[in-house]
């Protein structure tokens, strides 16, 4: 294909971007028809602190594959909203790490289904194979892209 007749409904980029904005749209809908107040890239950051608690913030940014600016700022509200909380660190007292208050147990729990019940309508129909075969190949251009870094 020659530069002159590329589309962008040609650009897998394009539909993996696309799938994403209307998913995180969906799933934010989800969570405020359920009445929680919380954004898909909250949730996403939640769920790397349920897996890493007592980390620190920038840790749980390079986890979560955030830059700290957007770290800063989710952790921000979600310390607002009391779902998460800083505790200084034992050993460096100028230091914070990071954990899941009780109440954000308790959302942990409850978004965990809607964003299940998510997943079910996002992929209904693909078998799991394709399911496999998908995370393969993206996981494989991933690889590919951080070898540009």
């Known amino acids: 294909m020659n530069r002159k007749q590329f589309s962008i409904d040609e650009s897998l980029g394009f539909w993996v971007y696309r799938m994403h904005t ?51 700022r989710i952790v921000k509200q979600l310390v607002k909203r009391g779902l998460i909380e800083r505790r200084p660190d034992e050993i460096d007292k100028r230091a914070y790490n990071l954990f899941i208050t009780e109440s954000g147990q308790v959302a942990l729990e409850a978004l965990a289904q809607i964003d299940f019940n998510h997943y079910t309508i996002v992929f209904n129909g693909l078998p799991a194979e394709d399911l496999r075969a998908m995370r393969r190949i993206l996981k494989h251009i991933v690889n590919n892209l951080e070898g540009l870094n």
Not at 26 to 51: C, N, S
């Open 22 to 72: 209307q998913s995180c749209a969906v799933l934010k809908r989800a969570f405020q028809d359920a009445g929680h107040d919380i954004t898909p890239e909250q949730w996403g950051l939640m769920v790397r602190l349920r897996e890493n608690q007592g980390i620190n913030q920038s840790r749980l940014g390079e986890k979560a594959y955030k830059d700290r600016h957007n770290t800063t």
